[in-house]
């Protein structure tokens, strides 16, 4: 079985695994830890007392005259410092356990294979259900949409029946195309009768140049009679006056074709204008839709990572804080949620960094904010959540809608995080939030 102190921090080894807490299959050698940080680096320093220190924290360890272990006081010369190095290859071939075993996953792999392993072929993923809140494996969700959100699913499917259906986008389509599809026929069917017509006018042609032809023959010869000529010529001209009737009913014909072509040519554009503006209607409707949502969507969940380091930034810096990266719309306002972590005594407050973007609909919000909100750190096991309702003071700058430009921001106190730790709230130096902006 796997110990809670088999799990170690590694730095400066790979960017996939740095700053990552891995569980180690089998513990590793004391001195490879840094007796400061706890952290795994590459490089540590064994000082004269039997401490181990990382060079990051042997560097803080400085004096004026040398260096002095921050454990015990006792005074360590250069030329005592043993540095020791943690070759990559062997920590790296050295088994460690799933990110997700908390979650099921009981695979073990060597430690450069985890990055591989987590991100392209671990089936044990969670992720929270938007209906319930309940966190449930990636592949489980689809039965536990069935199986135990059907209650909480119904108020979703209602919000959808506002929205634009896809039954309205299709009859409007079908539509267009059965009146495309009548217009091509009745063109086929003109195009049909003029090639007949044109087909009876070649005939007759071909007639009167073959009686055209009989007559050079003859004449060429000099052996018809006159009779005959004069026959031939009679009925070369009733030919031709054939041929002049046939050419003048093939005209009126075609020009009417034509005709009727165009008010085909009307008709088509006709109907593609009418596609148009209904195709301009759709993408109203559905912009007006996705307006509405964004508009009146209240909540916004994400996680803090890296807890352990916040923290101890913020007891040497004096504050520290993390943005969420996705910035979100909460009741039409731009908004990028997060959290700041400031030094109080010997505690760290931990409470919500509210800051506020220009959005698209800045012009049909009220300012300045003043919605209250709800900051909820929710229990990784249990359903103890912690939550806080805060609200909005209309005297601060960086609610106004003026501060958009710039990079104000307004900070609420909440928790203390020694007590979240304590109750377990942080885990796997994670913490889990919600707004909801009331």
């Known amino acids: 079985m796997v110990l809670a102190n088999q799990q170690y921090t590694l730095v400066g080894f790979t960017e996939d695994l740095d700053w990552n807490p891995l569980q180690f299959v089998n513990a590793l050698p004391k001195n ?3 007796s400061l940080c706890g952290l795994v680096r590459k490089t540590t320093a064994l000082l004269p007392c039997g401490h181990v220190a990382c060079s990051s924290c042997y560097e803080q360890c400085k004096v004026a005259d040398g260096h002095v272990c921050p454990i015990d006081g006792q005074n360590c010369l250069e030329e005592d410092v043993e540095w020791r190095d943690f070759p990559a290859e062997n920590l790296l071939n050295r088994e460690v356990q799933c990110w997700n075993l908390q979650h099921g996953c009981t695979l073990m792999m060597a430690a450069s294979e985890i990055h591989k ?11 929270t259900c938007p209906r319930c809140s309940a966190t449930v ?5 689809g039965e536990h949409a069935r199986a135990s959100c059907n209650d909480h699913a119904a108020p979703q499917e209602m919000k959808c029946e506002e929205k634009p259906g896809h039954a309205m986008v299709t009859e409007i389509l079908e539509g267009v195309r059965r009146a495309l599809q009548e217009q091509a026929h009745e063109m086929n069917e003109h195009l049909e009768r003029v090639c007949g017509e044109n087909g009876t006018l070649h005939s007759r042609l071909s007639e009167v140049s073959q009686s055209v032809n009989s007559l050079m023959e003859s004449v060429g010869q000099g052996i018809a009679p ?10 070369l001209l009733n030919g031709v006056n054939t041929l002049r009737d046939v050419v003048s009913g093939g005209m009126s014909a075609i020009k009417k074709q034509n005709e009727q072509l165009h008010q085909v040519r009307v008709a088509i554009e006709g109907v593609k204008k009418d596609a148009g503006a209904s195709n301009k209607r759709m993408l109203e409707m559905q912009e007006r839709a996705l307006a509405h949502a964004d508009r009146n969507e209240t909540r916004c969940d994400f996680i803090v990572p890296v807890i352990g380091w916040l923290q101890a930034k913020a007891m040497k810096d004096g504050a520290s804080e993390y943005v969420h990266k996705k910035r979100v719309y909460l009741r039409g306002y731009n908004i990028s949620p997060g959290v700041m972590l400031k030094k109080s005594g010997e505690n760290v407050l931990l409470g919500m960094r509210l800051k506020l973007n220009k959005g698209d609909y800045d012009d049909h919000i009220a300012w300045p904010f003043q919605h209250k909100i709800r900051f909820t750190i929710l229990h990784p096991d249990k359903g103890e959540d912690k939550e806080v309702v805060h609200n909005s003071c209309r005297t601060m700058e960086a609610l106004e809608k003026s501060a958009l430009e710039n990079n104000q921001f307004a900070w609420f106190e909440a928790f203390d995080l020694g007590d979240l730790k304590k109750d377990g709230y942080v885990h796997n130096e994670t913490l889990r939030i919600t707004w909801e902006v009331l």
């Not at 392993?117 to 992720?127: A, D, G, N, P, V």
């Not at 006159?226 to 026959?231: F, H």
Request: glycine share 6%.
């Open 32 to 34: 490879r830890l840094c």
């Open 226 to 235: 006159v009779g005959e000529i004069n026959g031939m010529a009679h009925h």
């Open 137 to 141: 494996l990636c592949r489980d969700m």
């Open 117 to 127: 392993h987590f991100h392209r072929e671990c089936q044990y993923h969670i992720t």
